[in-house]
């Protein structure tokens, strides 16, 4: 079954031309948010959406561009919306979100544990799980910062979302040819060093046939002047509908 996929942002962590790079996925009428970053809630409000349309959140690590609009979800669900936003997080995850992130805002009379907010669904990687019909998710863990846990995933076994994370070209060799990768959608730093993203030269350097699966997201505000400079690969754009799958 193929989805829908909407970026709410596709910039990285200090864009300002672009919001966080985080996403809608669709399926029939159902809407998971992957990531919430600082700028989620505006990038909801200019798309005409509440998030009282979001069935559920992945998250795919604790940087604030993937966690930080989390607090404002949270609240807004509680108080205007009445409901316990159904949350999927690596397990490794839930402790570190709540005590070094969340805590701090959310703590109250009344909120005392990540429970008393979210209705938290702690997933483990390589186990794949169904949100919905039509869509399976599977944690793949990817290296990003050192000593933290940070993930990837995959949707419906075909769709390849990085979370943030350094260059692997092996694992991404092995999605493809192995596994049956169609789409890779992945972060891309494109002024070198990259360090703790993988850059557009270290992409560009894979084969053609992994090349022609990427769409490129999490870029830099001078992203237009890289427009022909990327072989195969394309720039995912924010707000744009694509059908993948
Ligand atoms: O060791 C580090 C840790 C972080 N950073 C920067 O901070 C940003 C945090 O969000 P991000 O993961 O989208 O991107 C990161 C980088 O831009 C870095 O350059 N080196
Ligand atoms: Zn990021
Ligand atoms: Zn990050």
Not at 95 to 103: Q, V
């Amino acid at each position: 079954m193929s989805i829908e996929l909407q970026m709410l942002g596709t910039g990285n962590a200090f864009a300002k031309n672009y919001h966080n790079n985080n996403a809608l996925i669709h399926v029939g009428d159902y809407t998971l948010m992957v990531d919430c970053g600082i700028t989620a809630p505006l990038a909801l409000h200019q798309l005409g959406k509440t998030v009282n349309e979001i069935d559920a959140i992945l998250i795919t690590h604790i940087h604030g561009d993937h966690v930080g609009g989390l607090e404002e979800l949270g609240f807004q669900m509680k108080f205007i919306y009445n409901r316990k936003p159904v949350l999927y997080i690596a397990s490794t995850l839930v402790r570190p979100l709540w005590e070094h992130t969340l805590s701090g805002g959310m703590t109250q009379e009344g909120i005392e544990r990540i429970e008393d907010v979210f209705d938290v669904r702690p997933i483990v990687a390589e186990q794949p799980i169904t949100l919905t019909e039509g869509l399976d998710i599977e944690l793949i863990q990817t290296p990003h910062i050192d000593g933290k846990n940070s993930y990837s995933f995959l949707v419906n076994e075909t769709i390849f979302y990085s979370g943030d994370m350094k260059f692997q070209p092996h694992l991404l060799e092995h999605l493809v040819y192995e596994r049956g990768v169609q789409t890779i959608l992945h972060d891309c730093q494109l002024h070198p060093p990259g360090i703790v993203h993988a850059t557009l030269d270290e992409l560009l350097s894979l084969p053609e046939q992994v090349r022609s699966t990427i769409l490129l997201m999490h870029y830099n505000d001078d992203k237009e002047d890289f427009i022909g400079k990327t072989k195969e690969m394309t720039f995912l754009e924010q707000h744009q509908f694509y059908t993948l799958g």
